[in-house]
């Protein structure tokens, strides 16, 4: 077993979490391996991008080629695009805080509809749900709206206007 273990560690140069040949690792050793397994990971990303646009365009071509009638035609495309995520574990809630500061230091930045989609889906919630609670922070927006200035939000307030 330690022979095997040994020789995955070394060939993959990927930890393997509470197993070593001499029994367990250190922390400073694991966060060293980590580092060095998410630049791997990272040089993969930056050196095979091109592979990966070669594959979908290939695929592409076979479809096209061998075509029938249940699976159809590939669609039409001139250029593939491939953005990597990053390979770093990221907390979630550091994300969300991010992105709440993005939005009260940036106002107008980006539509409240981008950082709802994006917090929503850091807390679990699904495309509906998320469309969902969006709608309802419109209607409560235009409920206020109408409660402030007794006509609409999407009326103008002739008297406000004069």
């Known amino acids: 077993m330690e022979t095997l273990v040994k020789h995955i560690m070394q060939t993959t140069q990927t930890p393997i979490y509470g197993l070593s040949v001499s029994g367990n690792i250190s922390g400073e050793a694991l966060k060293q391996l980590e580092i060095g397994l998410l630049g791997k990971v990272e040089r993969y990303q930056r050196e095979n991008t091109d592979a990966w646009k070669g594959a979908i ?67 679990g919630l699904d495309e509906d749900t998320i469309k969902e609670l969006g709608e309802q922070v419109k209607a409560e927006a235009e409920a206020q709206a109408e409660n402030l200035f007794g006509t609409p939000a999407y009326e103008t307030p002739t008297e406000l206007i004069a």
């Open 57 to 123: 365009k290939m695929l592409r071509d076979v479809q096209q080629t061998f075509k029938n009638e249940v699976q159809g035609t590939a669609p039409a495309f001139d250029a593939v695009v491939v953005n990597w995520k990053s390979p770093a574990i990221r907390d979630k809630n550091e994300d969300n805080d991010v992105l709440s500061n993005i939005r009260k230091n940036n106002p107008g930045l980006f539509p409240d509809d981008f950082y709802r989609q994006r917090i929503g889906l850091n807390l």
